[in-house]
């Protein structure tokens, strides 16, 4: 089957660093996405990874093991606005096409 | 350039009433793609549409839920005789084609039966 877990919540502050992580046991892997989500809206893309290692876009990082099944995603110089949900999602390709499978969320709550 | 959208925003059904969202793709994306969002969760895939064809149907909870694309753009997920249960957001997503990896969301539909 498949399976992706991600902690349900995380609190920080405003300016620190904080690391959000996720496991996946899936088949058919190709490729893993992180999305930010406020209350009441879309999921917005942040970053996708589909070979090993880190990707750096500004405050954001996101980081694959494949082999390990893990990824994270890191948030740097936390702001408030940051306060949303991190969705983590496997994309698999399978019948041709390729789908996401995502884990429940963590929500991120910044304060002062 | 205009993204995904999706009507109504919210819409609330008493139990037992039928309701048809839609989805409005971005112009050429080959792949759309329907997600149901239940409060504090992440999305789960309902179904699938390649053109006009409906390749994967393997996540419609139920008989009750129908959706179409019969021109292969504009989609519509139906669903009969409402229960509590149903009540989520429904997410409408389009991609370039099969082989393409990002999806593109709309704002959702938040649906509430009371």
């Known amino acids: 089957g498949q399976n992706i877990d991600q902690p349900t919540e995380m609190t920080a502050t405003e300016g620190a660093i904080v690391q959000i992580n996720c496991t996946y046991q899936t088949s058919g892997f190709n490729g893993l996405f992180w999305y930010q989500q406020h209350a009441g809206e879309a999921p917005t893309f942040l970053s996708y990874?589909?070979?090993?290692g880190l990707e750096e876009k500004g405050r954001f990082s996101s980081f694959l093991s494949r082999s390990k099944g893990y990824s994270y995603l890191l948030l740097k110089e936390l702001q408030m606005k940051d306060s949303a949900s991190y969705l983590c999602a496997v994309n698999v390709f399978s019948g041709g096409y390729n789908k996401l499978i995502f884990g429940a969320g963590t929500r991120l709550a910044v304060h002062p | 350039g205009a993204g995904v959208s999706q009507s109504p925003r919210y819409k609330v059904a008493k139990r037992g009433q039928d309701v048809a969202l839609r989805c409005d793709p971005i112009?050429?994306?080959?792949?759309l793609f329907w997600y149901q969002q239940a409060l504090g969760q992440g999305p789960e895939f309902l179904t699938y549409f390649q053109n006009e064809a409906q390749l994967d149907k393997s996540g419609l909870p139920s008989d009750r839920f129908f959706a179409e694309r019969p021109e292969g753009s504009v989609s519509t997920l139906k669903i009969q005789r409402t229960q509590q249960e149903d009540s989520a957001v429904y997410l409408c997503?389009?991609?370039?084609?099969?082989?393409?990896?990002?999806?593109?969301f709309g704002p959702g539909t938040r649906l509430t039966v009371t």
């Open positions: 997503a389009s991609s370039l084609g099969p082989q393409s990896y990002e999806q593109y």
């Open positions: 112009s050429g994306h080959v792949s």
């Open positions: 990874n589909v070979l090993d």
